[in-house]
C-alpha cells in the first residue's frame, strides 16, 4: 500500500537491503520504499513522522520479509 511521510521533527536514515541509503530532514516529504526491504531509522535523537496510508479496509498497510532470519528489519 503507498506510504507517504512528512517530517515533523529530526532525521531519520532510511536503508534498503541492498545498502543505499537516504536521510530524510525535517521539513521533507517522502514516498515510503515500495516493495524493497527497508529500514528506517532516527539519526541524533527523536523523530516525528505524519503517515498518510493510501489503501483499503483490511488491507496490511506493512508487509514483514520472509527472509529476513537475523531480524535486522523488523523485531519479532
Known amino acids: 500500500m503507498p506510504t507517504l511521510g512528512y517530517i515533523l521533527k529530526g532525521e531519520v536514515e ?4 541492498s545498502g543505499k541509503k537516504i536521510i530524510l530532514r525535517e521539513g521533507e516529504s ?8 527497508h529500514r528506517g531509522k532516527a539519526v541524533g535523537g527523536p523523530v516525528e513522522i505524519v503517515v498518510f496510508y ?5 488491507v496490511p498497510n506493512t508487509v ?7 531480524h535486522i528489519y523488523c523485531n519479532e
Do not use: M, Q, Y
Open 14 to 17: 532510511v536503508e534498503t537491503k
Open 30 to 37: 517522502a514516498v515510503e520504499v515500495f516493495r524493497t526491504v
Open 54 to 58: 493510501a489503501g483499503a479496509t483490511n
Open 64 to 70: 514483514l520479509p520472509a527472509n529476513d532470519p537475523e
